[in-house]
């Protein structure tokens, strides 16, 4: 939590006079018992009317200005802590964007979303309420005891004995409560990846009628913060009645002490009064101390989960050279390269080696699972090898600068994913400054333009949020499109024609082969027919290359081939 407080440095003004103002107001709020002591003990036993009138502005005046200092402060707090998590959220949702593909998988999308909603929310009502309270509590207290003194010390020897006995339990439960509330933020998550996977697979789970069995699982997770939050809250809200019992136990001796010596004469009732007031004081402050101390648990607890997404370093270093594609005629080379994810002990690519030329087109084709999408996701260096190199035009990727690698890579994920806004829009994805021919021309290469053509608007036809007022087919067919528009020197289609009929992807593939150009393209498939046109065919299967050729080469020497091709056409044909 510490490391977070460098967001705060720009509002060093406003975390000083927050307090300042708010200590302000309690040094006024100080004052009022000994007014109304002086009216109890002057006024009222004089029958003075004028002297009670008197302290009784006295007592207006000093609300007055307690109340500006109070909203002075107010504002300081609240402009502090909204700067601290502006500031707080931005710098997260960069770092997070520096992360590579592996260290996203292992927080956790749900995770992240947490902590840059949820958690920041929480820290930053900790910090306003801290920026109000937490020296003003403190204060009133301790201000409180000393103004005692001043009125009878030895009844003030009551607030000595019982402030310490308070600040005892109070951080008792503090420590506490600090790992309680750590783990009632990860079953938030928990509820919360249940929910998002809900939500976006409603279809699936009604195909398959798992509403009952998705709503248990979601009861069950929900049950558990339920009982996590109950049983945190339990210890936290020990904290008001053990306060409130030790005040009034502390009240009680005080009164009788209090009339004790009224009664001899060292005290006056006015005194007995202000005394009372002060011990009222510190059990309202104690109360709001407490009160906050269970939020700024709660804000630690969720700050110390922010800060150890910031405090993770991109585990991928950037390079310092710029990508030139005439250092070399091999557009794409791997040089015995493999590669496991950091949760998974095995290898999902093994020893693998190859080279494409400049303006070759690349088949890639395998079972599930056999390593088709990990092998392209080395290229844009969505992932590093653990053992080999990768090299973009003689180059090892990791020499390139990340950002100007990419920008000479259009990449078509499995998975169309669009983001709403026009279809002009989601294009300019691949290149802000594209022309309306540019993006015509992408729109009919990508066999989308017969659809775009009928939309209302044409490329000003307004895209749901992930693309949902269109089919599969059109998704994929604009995120083609999409990546078509950068004019890349190597364009990745990973599997992003199995929405599209046979037709359709034949009149694709067509389509980029005759615009190819330079262009070296990587179309990964299970369809043999997506690739048997290709110059080179790789066939993977667990991780390992099994054979590279053409179509022809293939089919007659390749048996992993033979059993991809002959289980989609007949021998006969």
């Known amino acids: 939590m510490k490391s977070l407080l460098i967001f705060l ?47 009784c502005l006295i007592l207006i005046l000093l609300g007055i200005i307690g109340l500006c200092a109070s909203l002075t402060a107010q504002y300081f707090a609240a402009k502090a802590a909204t700067g601290f998590a502006t500031k707080l959220r931005r710098a997260l949702f960069e770092h997070i964007q520096d ?23 929480d820290v930053q009502g900790g910090v306003n309420m801290f920026l109000r309270l937490f020296m003003r509590s403190p204060f009133v207290v301790f201000g409180a005891m000393i103004m005692a003194f001043t009125v009878d010390i030895k009844s003030a020897f009551i607030f000595v004995v019982a402030i310490p006995l308070l600040a005892v339990v109070i951080f008792a439960i503090l420590i506490i409560t600090i790992p309680l509330y750590r783990k009632v933020q990860d079953k938030l998550d928990g509820v919360m990846t249940s929910t998002r996977e809900n939500l976006i697979g409603v279809r699936v789970i009604r195909a398959f009628n798992k509403e009952k069995s998705e709503e248990e ?42 009339a004790v010596r009224v009664d001899i004469g060292i005290l006056t009732q006015g005194e007995v009064i202000a005394l009372l007031n002060y011990m009222s004081q510190i059990l309202v402050e104690l109360i709001k101390l407490a009160n ?44 015995n390269v493999s590669f496991f994810y950091d949760d998974d002990g095995g290898n ?54 990340i950002e100007d690698l990419r920008a000479h890579i259009g990449i078509v994920m499995q998975k169309a994913e669009l983001f709403k806004g026009t279809i002009e829009d989601n294009l300019k994805w691949g290149n802000r400054n594209a022309s ?61 024609a199995s929405a599209l009929d046979f037709a359709t992807d034949a009149k694709l593939r067509t389509a980029i082969a005759e615009s190819n150009g330079n262009m070296t393209t990587f179309i990964v498939s299970q369809r043999a027919a997506s690739v048997q046109n290709a110059d080179i065919i790789l066939v993977l299967d667990e991780g390992k290359i099994v054979g590279i050729g053409t179509h022809k080469e293939l089919l007659t020497q390749n048996k992993v081939y033979q059993e991809i091709y002959y289980s989609q056409f007949s021998k006969e044909a």
């Open 9 to 55: 440095k720009d509002y060093k003004k406003e975390s000083v006079l927050a307090p300042l103002f708010k200590m302000l107001e309690a040094l006024f709020e100080l004052i009022v018992p000994l007014i109304m002591a002086s009216i109890i003990d002057v006024g009222i036993a004089r029958a003075d009317i004028i002297y009670i009138f008197k302290m």
């Open 99 to 121: 992360f590579s593909f592996s260290q996203i998988d292992l927080f956790g999308t749900d995770t992240l979303i947490n902590r840059m909603t949820s958690d920041i929310n």
């Open 348 to 401: 999902v690519l093994e020893n693998i080696s190859f080279k494409v030329m400049k303006g070759q087109t690349v088949g890639i084709i395998g079972g599930t699972g056999s390593g088709k999408t990990s092998l392209i996701s080395l290229i844009p260096r969505f992932y590093d090898t653990n053992s080999g190199q990768v090299r973009i035009f003689d180059k090892d990727v990791r020499s390139y600068m």
């Open 217 to 258: 699982l979601f009861i069950d997770k929900n049950t558990s913060l339920n009982h996590a939050q109950q049983y945190v809250g339990a210890i936290s809200g020990i904290m008001n009645p053990v306060t409130y019992l030790m005040i009034n136990i502390a009240t009680v001796i005080l009164i009788y002490i209090g």
């Open 436 to 496: 309306e021919e540019d993006i015509n021309k992408a729109i009919e290469i990508s066999q989308a333009k017969e659809f775009v053509d009928q939309k209302i608007g044409k490329c000003k036809f307004m895209i749901e949020q992930s693309g949902r007022n269109l089919s599969g087919g059109q998704k994929q067919r604009l995120t083609i499109a999409r990546a078509l528009v950068k004019h890349p020197d190597i364009l990745i289609m990973d599997d992003s």
């Open 292 to 335: 906050l101390i269970i939020q700024i648990t709660k804000a630690i607890a969720c700050g110390d989960r922010i800060a150890t997404v910031l405090n993770t370093s991109p585990n991928m270093d950037d390079g310092h050279e710029k990508l030139n594609i005439q250092n070399s005629d091999i557009a794409v080379e791997f040089d």
